[in-house]
């Protein structure tokens, strides 16, 4: 124990430092003596308590923001994912030959109904990087997958593809396909005929090809579904090859095994810058 000693001297002659000199126990261990004293339980344990009450704050606030950078990310994603689409359509119409063949096709596969829209002798029509000048018609499938959402892929068929497709053989679709676009709400083609002024929900090849193409869909998350509307230019139709090319390329293609069905599902447009 610390002994605190008070140290008093008069100067007079009948008192000396020695008798003046008495020691105190510490002040701080005197009752109600000094100015500093422990904390009690009460206090400390409502220190703690607002500790933690501060931190859960901390914890949720950075929380949210964390959240909120996510959603604000995914948001920006898909909304570029949505651009490059409307974009890829956008230039594939305008850019088709002039002997190019639109057709769109709906079929009911009884729970829903699946459609293709088809464009013949456009082998480069959504292509990525070029396409062999084998395809001979590009169709543009919208389907139900699992989930309930819609799946757009992109099939690219040879001349024999292309005539059993013609047939109506959907089920047996085959050839390369590139999957486009996946989890939608909605997708919807409409076609605008100009020679009547009307827009129609289905498009035969005989009627030529329309002067516009609307194309309405609504990714997941989505409030509203986005609208855009495609011209078509009517352009002179390109000189046709000699048929000894057409032959060269043709048994090329069969010959190289490539009818048979080749899945790329995991090459989807909303992997690619």
């Given at each position: 124990?610390y002994?605190?000693c008070?140290y008093?001297?008069?100067?007079g002659p009948?008192s000396?430092?020695?008798t003046?000199?008495r020691?105190l126990l510490?002040?701080?261990?005197?009752?109600g003596?000094?100015s500093?004293?422990?904390?009690?339980?009460m206090?400390?344990?409502?220190?703690i308590?607002v500790m933690?009450?501060l931190?859960?704050?901390?914890?949720?606030i950075?929380?949210?923001?964390?959240?909120?950078?996510?959603?604000l990310n995914?948001?920006?994603?898909?909304?570029?994912?949505?651009n490059r689409?409307i974009?890829?359509?956008?230039?594939?119409?305008?850019d088709l030959p002039?002997?190019a063949?639109?057709?769109?096709?709906v079929?009911?596969?009884?729970k829903y109904?699946?459609?293709?829209l088809?464009i013949?002798?456009?082998?480069?029509?959504?292509?990525f990087?070029?396409?062999?000048?084998q395809?001979a018609r590009v169709?543009?499938?919208a389907?139900?997958?699992?989930?309930g959402?819609?799946?757009?892929?992109?099939?690219?068929l040879n001349q024999?593809?292309g005539e059993v497709f013609a047939?109506?053989?959907?089920?047996?679709?085959?050839?390369?396909s590139?999957?486009?676009?996946?989890?939608?709400r909605?997708?919807?083609?409409?076609?605008?005929?100009?020679?009547?002024?009307i827009?129609?929900?289905?498009w035969?090849s005989?009627?030529?090809?329309?002067?516009?193409?609307?194309?309405?869909?609504?990714m997941?998350?989505?409030?509203e579904?986005?609208?855009?509307v495609?011209?078509v230019?009517?352009?002179?139709a390109?000189?046709?090859?000699?048929?000894?090319s057409e032959?060269?390329v043709?048994?090329?293609?069969?010959d190289?095994g490539?009818t048979d069905?080749?899945?790329?599902s995991?090459?989807?447009?909303?992997?690619?810058?």
């Open positions: 124990m002994m605190y008070d008093h001297w008069n100067g009948e000396s430092p020695v003046q000199f020691p510490a002040k701080s261990m005197v009752p003596c000094g500093q004293r422990g904390a009690t339980l206090e400390l344990t409502l220190a308590a933690l009450i931190s859960a704050g901390i914890f949720a950075s929380g949210g923001a964390l959240e909120m950078t996510t959603e995914d948001y920006h994603d898909q909304e570029a994912i949505r689409f974009e890829l359509c956008r230039i594939n119409f305008e002039g002997n063949q639109i057709e769109f096709l079929l009911d596969r009884g109904y699946a459609t293709y088809s013949a002798n456009a082998p480069f029509a959504f292509s990087g070029g396409a062999p000048p395809v169709v543009l499938s389907e139900v997958e699992a989930g959402y819609l799946r757009i892929r992109s099939h690219y024999k593809q047939e109506g053989e959907f089920e047996t679709l085959s050839g390369r590139v999957v486009l676009l996946r989890r939608l909605q997708f919807t083609w409409r076609f605008y005929d100009s020679s009547r002024g827009w129609l929900e289905s035969d005989n009627l030529g090809n329309p002067s516009m193409v609307e194309l309405t869909f609504r997941e998350g989505d409030l579904p986005t609208r855009s495609f011209w230019p009517k352009k002179q390109p000189a046709k090859p000699s048929s000894t032959n060269s043709d048994e090329g293609f069969l190289s490539s069905p080749v899945d790329t995991n090459s989807e447009l909303d992997s690619t810058s």
